[in-house]
């Protein structure tokens, strides 16, 4: 690929991201923004009306929620069987997950230099981690022989990409009911998806595994997590009724200031070595799981903060 021809796949990814992004945009806050007006027609500033109404809220109860960390933290002790038949995985899975990479690779339309390296199933339904809400989580790693692009424009081509996988089928293609999720990245690949010791990891292109899980230590403690939950709900719920009530002078940056404290949290966790059930892991993960999923919505509520005041006019 010539130099040129890097500058048009970058200005088309440029273009496809911003594409994309609206279209999630829309897609995800399509339900709230029906089911309560508040988000496009805000309250009078002071006004607890808007809180009350906004379908952002997160309304569990200490009850309910004290309930969710206790299924959250009884594990199974089997591969989820409508996966896998034992440790191997189903034919008729592996057949399907690797029909609808080579058609999304296809669907690139960067060329016969651009190979599949390996696909492989991560995650918690390679693990004894997972339960009701988990995806199947597809990454495709992907070489580059193409001299005239380089790796990070290859790499943000992908990240691009994914976004467009994720907004015609995340959520839309189903095996036995649970979500399929495909990502693509490029070699070589970083730290974070090499081989760990214990961390279920299987080679659906090689249909082996590469490393077998185990089930992991319990490090959590349920109390905390109950504790810890409630408080990013209180803190979500504080910066929604705030937006909410006064969404013209609301400093939108905020919805990422706490996206960034949940993740560091998470990370602390690790990086603690109690690996992935640590108290914060766990209680990240339930963050996902409530009636509102906190770590997508401030994001999405981010966005829609900064869509609402660069608008003019009533909605």
Known sequence: MAAGMTEVVSSRAIALERVCFAMLSVQKLAAPLLAAAVWVTPA????????????????????????????????????????????????????????IVADLLKGMRLGPEVTI???????????????????????????????????????????????????????????????VEIVFHSEPRSGSYKPQAGVGQFSISGDRWIVEPVAQPDNFDTAAMAADVRRWVNEWN?????????????????FDDLDGQMRDYRRAGFEKGLGGRSTENLTYRMLRRLSVNIPDGVDLAEHECRNHQFSTGAP
């Open 44 to 99: 009078a500033a002071g006004s607890p009306s808007a809180c009350s109404t906004s379908s952002w809220m997160v309304r569990e109860s200490d009850e309910e929620i004290a309930a969710r960390v206790a299924a959250m933290t009884t594990f199974p002790t089997t591969l989820d069987q409508r996966i896998w038949n034992g440790m191997a995985m189903k034919p008729e899975i592996r057949k399907k997950t690797l029909a």
């Open 117 to 179: 390296a390996s696909v492989e199933l991560f995650g918690s339904n390679a693990s004894y981690e997972y339960d009701d809400a988990a995806d199947f989580g597809v990454h495709v790693f992907l070489n580059n022989a193409n001299t005239g692009m380089d790796q990070k424009t290859f790499e943000n081509f992908l990240r691009v990409y994914n976004g467009y996988v994720e907004l015609y089928q995340e959520g839309k293609i189903l095996f036995d009911g649970i979500v």
């Open 238 to 254: 504080a910066l929604v009724c705030e937006y909410v009530t006064d969404p013209g002078t609301f400093s939108c940056g905020r």
